[in-house]
């Protein structure tokens, strides 16, 4: 697609869905963020996006690098040169290694924000020797990516413009959350495409669907089961696809029947017939979806609900399929991140030691290692990194390597653009590894309370202080331009230039040849033949044409060939290699409520923006979804503050009561802390009202493949308690 050129685009990564967006600066400084001048791409912005000038402009950017002066957390610093921050981060990181070994490092980052690769980090890491990358994708599409391979070897995305029937497991898109998904579902209904959504509550997709089915929460697993048996005995599949690419179609059959629909309706709480109803639906429609969600991502059943996603989708003849879902393998004009990361430089002995290889082996290098050769076969590359989550380290294995020293110490941390205390459950032990470190580097746009935690902080840039080709993660393969407008503040600078000037002082450089960000972005797109200066003045975007049954030609990337509904892998590994069903943590007298994280919050990214006035003040505080009945029962009225206490600790919030909630269910909201705050709560409020207090991470909390914890359902209690004194007006009356 061309484009005229003056007009500047520039793909916002305020949140990860990276909507293309236009530019304007006015002496040097942004001063607007507008809507795409392709009427196709025009509704994609939110107010988020239009509010990028007041956070990339904010007073409170992290300007120059920063040094610990006083106690960790403590919050006090000196400015010193970014050279001397680079020469002592340098030292200390050797120290660390000499001492401990390479693999006492650990990186946190979710790469869509810093942008400028985070295949850069692997490469620095592999070089050293560390395989301890952990993300907080390990909780969002990253984890579904790494266990969609499993099954049949890539991650499919939905074929939107085509499709009859659209399933959201929850999830739960919005005008102000996820917009373009949001405005995919709405041109897909005004075409008369039918929607199911699975969710406890009404929520917005659920008020205009065709059908709701209000399952309990961390019972989806369960509900897909039940689909299966009403698929399989009423013969709605696609016998032929079935019969010709799939493996251990009578075992699975024989574990569905395992799931009669009284069984199912118990576990869901779902009437059956409307489970039978919702599956023919879907069964039935010609080109039927069922995308993404982070809610099979964060349950104890994960591995097997996000199975249960695909073996579906392959089922009824949606795979790679118009109208279904199609697997994209990577861009041939661009190379990818898996390749950029040098992941065959790590020595095995290495990788074996990464956290997580032995006890929940899915998405790191063991399961990688394991699909190396089909995905080299099908895709051309060995290694498959898609949405960065498939040969990561499990975070929850790492903060207890932090904290304890367990199997052995981890005692290096680099967050970049993360907010690691605030993102993976069990808060109070992040924050115990993280005050057992030699040496925290936080990468920054602002003062978060996991900078706080850092002996350095260095200033990031923001996208549009930078060049960038997105290529959807290594996901989809459209490539979209990024385009910097102004120069980045003072010595802010990317994610990029940290790696190129710590790999120089490692003498690492011969593999970080190049000197700008450019030069890379020239690297990567030398494949089709063009500088990145070509790309940006010849397109905007590049969109391939979904092509459909390419496994006719393939085959699929798994160790059979095909799609594997008895996972072969999983097997070789002594899991289940059928999905299945597990309870979570009951619920007690002490722990009467459902309680779940989650129901993302317009006017911010995860735990970010907290500071913006104008996003905050549409949500000046965190709030507790309550149904009246329960909000009656516990004497709650709306605004009343009450505690909120799991096995792991407790949390404050303001109640918001809501016919739309489910019985027994409490929602908290993810990612609170109190920038206005710092100074006078210890971290500005971090354990004040943070869903990853309240999240555990011990064994009976975790999904066994994975050890991905369980957000959806874990037991709570509320307490009233009277308004705290140490808030501001705006958070008291907000
Ligand atoms: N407890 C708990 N944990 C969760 C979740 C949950 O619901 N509960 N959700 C999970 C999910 S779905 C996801 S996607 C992940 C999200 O995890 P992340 O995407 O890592 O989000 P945050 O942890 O909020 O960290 C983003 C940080 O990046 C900074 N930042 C923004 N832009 C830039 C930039 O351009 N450069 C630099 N250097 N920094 C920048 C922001 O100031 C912010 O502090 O978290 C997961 N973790
Ligand atoms: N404004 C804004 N938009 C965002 C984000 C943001 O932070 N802010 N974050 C982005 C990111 S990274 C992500 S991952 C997405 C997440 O966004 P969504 O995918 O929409 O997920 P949530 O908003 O957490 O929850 C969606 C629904 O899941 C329901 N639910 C809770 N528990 C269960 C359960 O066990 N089963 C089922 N079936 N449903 C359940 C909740 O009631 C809720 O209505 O949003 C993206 N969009
Ligand atoms: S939905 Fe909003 S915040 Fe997310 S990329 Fe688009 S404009 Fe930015
Ligand atoms: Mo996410």
Redesign the pocket.
């Given at each position: 697609m061309a484009h005229s050129n003056k007009t500047k685009y520039s793909v916002c990564?305020i949140c990860?869905i990276g909507c293309q967006l236009r530019t304007e600066t006015e002496e040097g400084k942004l001063s607007r963020v507008l809507a795409h001048d392709n009427p196709m791409l025009a509704a994609n912005i939110c107010y988020k996006g239009v509010a990028a000038p007041d956070i990339h402009n904010h007073a409170d950017r992290i300007r120059k690098p920063l040094k610990r002066i006083g106690e960790r957390g403590a919050d006090r610093w000196e400015e010193i040169s970014y050279e001397q921050a680079m020469d002592e981060i340098s030292e200390r990181l050797k120290t660390v290694v000499s001492e401990h070994g390479p693999e006492a490092l650990a990186v946190s980052?979710?790469g869509?924000?810093?942008?400028t690769t985070h295949s850069t980090d692997r490469r620095f890491m592999n070089l050293l020797g560390s395989p301890n990358w952990i993300s907080?994708?390990a909780?969002?599409a990253g984890n579904t990516a790494a266990v969609n391979r499993l099954t049949y070897g890539w991650f499919p995305q939905p074929d939107w413009a085509k499709t009859e029937c659209i399933v959201l497991f929850g999830h739960n898109p919005r005008k102000h959350s996820w917009t373009p998904i949001f405005n995919a579902i709405k041109a897909a209904r005004a075409r008369g495409a039918k929607v199911i959504v699975l969710d406890p509550r009404i929520s917005d997709q659920a008020e205009t669907a065709d059908l709701h089915l209000r399952v309990r929460a961390g019972t989806d697993a369960a509900m897909c089961l039940g689909w299966l048996k009403v698929i399989f005995d009423e013969e709605l599949y696609d016998k032929e696809f079935v019969a010709q690419w799939c493996t251990g179609f009578d075992e699975l059959k024989a574990r569905v029947d395992e799931y009669p629909l009284e069984r199912v309706e118990e576990i869901t709480g779902v009437d059956r017939a409307l489970i039978a109803e919702a599956a023919r639906m879907y069964a039935n429609a010609k080109g039927a979806v069922i995308p993404w969600t982070?809610i099979t991502?964060?349950q104890i059943s994960s591995t097997s609900a996000i199975r249960l996603h695909s073996i579906l989708r392959a089922v009824t003849g949606n795979l790679d399929a118009q109208g279904g879902e199609t697997l994209g393998g990577f861009n041939q004009s661009y190379i990818p991140e898996s390749e950029i990361g040098l992941h065959d430089l790590l020595p095995d002995e290495q990788k074996a030691k990464q956290l997580g290889f032995d006890d929940h082996p899915v998405f790191t290098y063991r399961v990688a290692e394991m699909l190396k050769e089909p995905t080299e076969k099908v895709w051309g590359f060995p290694y498959a990194d898609i949405v960065m989550g498939c040969q990561m380290a499990n975070p929850t294995n790492v903060f207890r390597a932090m904290a304890h020293g367990d199997p052995y110490p981890i005692k290096a941390f680099i967050a970049?653009?993360?907010?690691?205390l605030?993102?993976?459950?069990n808060q109070h032990q992040i924050h115990a590894g993280m005050m057992n470190q030699d040496l925290i580097v936080a990468?920054?746009?602002?003062m978060?309370p996991?900078a706080m935690l850092a002996d350095y902080v260095l200033p990031?840039?923001?996208?549009t202080e930078r060049n960038h080709v997105a290529d959807s993660w290594s996901w989809g393969n459209r490539l979209t331009l990024s385009q910097k407008v102004v120069e980045p503040p003072a010595e802010a600078s990317s994610?990029f230039q940290f790696w190129t000037d710590l790999a120089k002082r490692f003498d690492f450089a011969e593999h970080f040849p190049w000197e700008t960000l450019e030069d890379m972005l020239d690297h990567r797109l030398s494949r089709s033949n063009r500088t990145f200066a070509e790309f940006e003045s010849e397109t905007f975007m590049e969109v391939p044409t979904p092509e459909f049954h390419k496994y006719r030609e393939t085959g699929f990337a798994t160790p059979t060939g095909k799609v594997e509904l008895f996972s072969s892998v999983l097997a070789d590994l002594g899991f289940d290699p059928l999905p299945y069903y597990r309870e979570g943590p009951a619920l007690s007298e002490e722990y009467p409520y459902a309680v779940f994280?989650?129901v993302r919050e317009d006017a911010f990214?995860?735990?970010?923006q907290r500071n913006i006035a104008v996003l905050r003040e549409r949500s000046p505080s965190p709030k507790l979804f309550l149904h009246p009945t329960d909000a009656n029962k516990e004497g709650l009225v709306d605004g009343d503050w009450v505690k909120l206490t799991t096995v792991t600790g407790e949390v404050q919030a303001k109640i918001l009561v809501q016919e739309s909630m489910k019985q027994g269910h409490i929602r908290v909201p993810?990612?609170w802390w109190y920038p206005e705050l710092r100074g006078a709560e210890p971290l500005a409020g971090a354990f004040l009202s943070s869903?990853?207090v309240l999240?555990a991470d011990a064994d009976e909390f975790l999904d066994y493949e994975q050890g991905i914890p369980h957000?959806k359902g874990f037991p709570g209690r509320l307490t009233k308690i009277a308004a705290p004194q140490n808030m501001s007006a705006m958070v008291l009356d907000g």
């Open positions: 990564t990860d980052t979710s869509w924000n810093t942008q907080g994708v909780l969002c982070p991502d964060q970049l653009g993360n907010n690691a605030l993102s993976y459950p990468h920054e746009i602002f978060t996991t990031g840039d923001v996208f994610t994280t989650g990214f995860q735990t970010g993810h990612g869903d990853a999240c957000f």
